[in-house]
């Protein structure tokens, strides 16, 4: 059972920074590509970065470019949100997603519980 485990969600000022994190477990053959998404009330869940996890190519979001930069450890299966110069308008919540092929299993895209990034002055 392959499980995402997110951390790091909270709440910050205007212009303020936060660290979000993603750990992938389980029984997994292999990894794709990483990504975080977020979803604000009343919007649908939109893409704010991704990352290949052979070669760590990215691509952000237009809104965030920038401001926020993904990063992963492989040997750690884990994947990074560094959010810098935050606004209001960023506060949402944020969900990891990997796409991964676990042993016997055709691959597909697993997702994480999600965490509230609060924006308020």
């Known amino acids: 059972q392959v499980q995402l485990v997110e951390s790091g969600g909270g709440l910050v000022q205007p212009g303020g920074s936060l660290r979000l994190s993603c750990a992938a477990t389980?029984?997994?053959?292999?990894?794709?590509?990483m990504g975080w998404y977020r979803q604000a009330p009343g919007k649908q869940r939109e893409l704010v970065a991704t990352i290949t996890y052979a070669g760590g190519v990215v691509n952000y979001a237009d809104s965030v470019k920038g401001r926020f930069t993904i990063s992963r450890d492989a040997a750690e299966k884990s994947v990074y949100l560094h959010m810098n110069s935050l606004k209001f308008e960023d506060a949402a919540v944020y969900y990891c997603?990997?796409?991964?092929?676990?042993?016997?299993?055709?691959?597909?895209?697993?997702w994480g519980q999600g965490t509230q990034v609060t924006i308020s002055s």
């Open positions: 389980g029984n997994i053959f292999a990894i794709y590509s």
């Open positions: 997603q990997m796409r991964l092929k676990q042993l016997y299993q055709p691959e597909g895209d697993y």
